[in-house]
């Protein structure tokens, strides 16, 4: 239904440079507590912590990207903690415990919860 089209054309248009301005990711690769990881980086002393995460590698690099968050529900509790220090402060702390400013970044959520059920109340509309 163009949700990600819809981010995809906000940072084109504030960055000029979709590669650089927008950041895309798929929620379902984070639905085990280990993933965690794999979101923020590993901590010191544990394999590919000198990688960092996913989203705060991205994030060092373009401070103030359009990120999609895409199909969030499908994402652990625990990476849902990590995103509300990110909504709530502007924030996010690293797997080194380092803090990358996100204030300037521009977060949307897509979600298929009620899918199903907005597509059958449209169906009785007709």
């Not at 995103?83 to 924030?91: N, S, T, V």
Request: net charge negative; hydrophobic share 35%.
């Amino acid at each position: 239904t163009g949700k990600t089209e819809l981010a995809k054309q906000t940072a084109k248009y504030l960055h000029k440079d979709v590669k650089k301005g927008f950041i895309r990711l798929d929620m379902s690769e984070f639905q085990e507590r280990h993933e965690v990881a794999k979101f923020i980086g590993s901590p010191p002393g544990y394999i590919g912590h000198d990688e960092g995460g996913q989203l705060t590698k991205k994030l060092k690099q373009c401070p103030n990207a359009v990120v999609l968050f895409d199909e969030v529900d499908k994402a652990h509790p625990d990476v849902l903690t990590i995103m509300l220090q990110l909504f709530d402060e502007g924030r996010l702390t690293d797997g080194k415990g380092k803090t990358i400013d996100c204030k300037d970044a521009i977060f949307i959520m897509t979600s298929n919860v009620a899918s199903d059920e907005i597509a059958q109340h449209a169906l009785e509309l007709r």
